[in-house]
């Protein structure tokens, strides 16, 4: 990537910069991720498929309402704040939330109103005080979004707590003393309340500093402009990019299983898309500000951005969806055993989900948010014709594939898009280096899996290799340049002194510093 169009010495306040959210959004991320899948297992393992299948409905229906029902209210607070702080205009960014929150707290309180009247009306009565418990926490959920959105546009995540050690500790107690999917849902309801309060507080203390001011006309109608577009890009995002395929599995499968065995399939591979996301989420607190403050260093971060995901995204996904069936066998037993292959389609896939943010982010960034709703709307078309195609007769499976091929559809758009428009430059060679490293890395990960040896140790030995062929890959091609290198060895400072010397060999054997300078 030397060609990149971000100099070094130009750009060594964003490398700092998104280091530092990257290690805190890592963090955050790594440790959700750890406490959900332990949960999840735990919870697939005592409730059983069938049971999970309706509960995972009505808890997916409500966040996805949540989010929904926002109306774009939190993406459109994170670009004008991330826009304003950029500018410095500090005290515009802190109207902008102050007159987000007013309005997200008006259609939260509506939206619970609304579904605590379906719940009593139309809702199962066997699970009316779990679908209570979990309409009641969309408030909460709706009005987080909001001090999350600004402490991203302020470029620092380091603020932001998650309730994970009450989430994962209700979870268990519920287990243990059988209180069963209800204790599952208060310890939901609880975690999103706490989870408000922690994000509120540091954000109104930050925001304290600044001086009040009205938002001016022409900045609401911007606000109001964009946020039509974004809510519509919304709805179909969850179209394309989040489960919403369990609905239509729901109604067009009988056996409620599937809907368990999809859930479960997306929700272990979205743990895994974490850590891509880890490192997006703090390049889009970046590009935001960036739009303000420096639009050609932006295009060079969108394509910087795009190659290191990738690189985050291929041994996890993959790598998963080669062990899959020893992974799922040791974790979920034998009742789970038909989810294997709806993980490895799902995990595979998930790579496009991966990937597509920095485009997505900017075509945010630059308000082209037409292009990004027409060409949503179409994989969304695909998405739900593939549903109805082949849901009836391979259930998850058929889920899986809608789901998967319409993420796909939707990545390559937004890049060809990105690319056509704006001067990004993508590293072709480099990025097709890094295709050789991965199918390298699936090859040896799939001939340890069919050893004979015990299911454990299959598991582990094909982990170890996959990680020993992906790294000397790496190395071997050397796919970073040298620009690369710079900014990347920002993390490795990121470390406990402890581990810095232990964190700098493996970076320098992966990233070799010869093969860099002589790329």
Request: proline share 5%; hydrophobic share 55%; net charge positive.
């Amino acid at each position: 990537m030397s060609n990149s169009v971000i100099p070094i010495e130009n750009a060594i306040c964003n490398s700092r910069t998104i280091a530092k959210n990257f290690f805190w959004n890592g963090l955050e991320m790594l440790l959700a991720a750890i406490s959900v899948t332990v949960v999840s297992i735990a919870v697939a393992r005592v409730i059983g498929p069938a049971r999970l299948g309706y509960f995972s409905l009505v808890q997916w229906s409500t966040t996805i309402t949540a989010l929904i029902g926002s109306l774009g209210i939190p993406v459109t607070t994170f670009k004008y704040m991330g826009e304003f702080f950029g500018s410095g205009e500090h005290a515009l960014a802190k109207a902008i939330f102050a007159y987000s929150l007013r309005l997200q707290a008006i259609l939260g309180s509506a939206i619970s109103g609304v579904g605590l009247v379906l719940v009593f009306t139309i809702g199962d009565p066997a699970y009316r005080l779990i679908s209570t418990m979990l309409v009641l926490s969309m408030l909460p959920q709706m009005l987080s979004f909001i001090p999350s959105s600004a402490t991203r546009a302020a470029e620092n995540v380091a603020v932001i707590f998650r309730a994970g050690v009450i989430y994962v500790g209700g979870i268990l107690l519920s287990l243990l003393l059988h209180w069963d999917l209800t204790g599952i849902a208060a310890t939901i309801l609880l975690c999103r309340v706490v989870d408000l309060a922690a994000k509120w507080i540091p954000v109104g203390l930050s925001l304290r500093s600044y001086p009040k001011r009205p938002l001016p006309g022409e900045v609401r109608q911007r606000i109001f402009a964009f946020s039509k577009y974004s809510t519509a890009l919304m709805l179909l995002q969850v179209i394309v990019m989040d489960r919403s395929d369990i609905l239509l599995l729901k109604t067009l499968q009988p056996d409620i299983r599937q809907v368990t065995f999809f859930s479960l399939a997306f929700s272990l591979a979205e743990r895994l898309v974490r850590a891509p996301q880890a490192f997006s989420g703090a390049v889009s607190n970046t590009q935001m500000a960036e739009y303000g403050r420096n639009k050609e260093r932006l295009f060079g971060l969108t394509a910087a951005a795009g190659t290191y995901i990738a690189l985050l995204a291929a041994p996890l996904l993959f790598g998963a969806a080669a062990v899959a069936g020893p992974l799922i066998r040791l974790a979920f037993g034998r009742q789970y055993l038909p989810m294997i292959p709806v993980f490895v389609l799902v995990s595979a896939l998930a790579f496009s989900k991966a990937v597509i943010s920095p485009a997505q982010n900017l075509l945010y960034a630059a308000e082209d948010m037409k292009f990004a709703l027409l060409w949503t709307v179409l994989c969304g078309i695909v998405n739900i014709a593939l549903d109805v195609l082949l849901i009836p007769s391979h259930g998850a499976m058929g889920a899986a594939w809608g789901n998967g091929i319409a993420q796909t559809l939707a990545a390559a758009g937004m890049w060809t898009r990105v690319v056509l428009r704006f001067p990004v430059k993508l590293p072709v060679a480099n990025l097709r280096k890094l295709v050789y490293v991965a199918v390298a890395m699936c090859a040896a990960v799939v001939a340890c899996v069919r050893l004979p040896l015990p299911e454990i140790w299959r598991l582990l030995v094909a982990i170890t290799a996959g990680t020993l062929v992906f790294t000397y890959g790496l190395r071997r091609l050397a796919v970073f340049a040298a620009d690369d290198r710079a900014r990347l060895g920002r993390v490795v400072g990121l470390a406990p002194e402890s581990w810095q010397r232990a964190v700098q060999w493996i970076f320098d054997f992966v990233f070799p510093l010869r093969a860099a300078v002589e790329s």
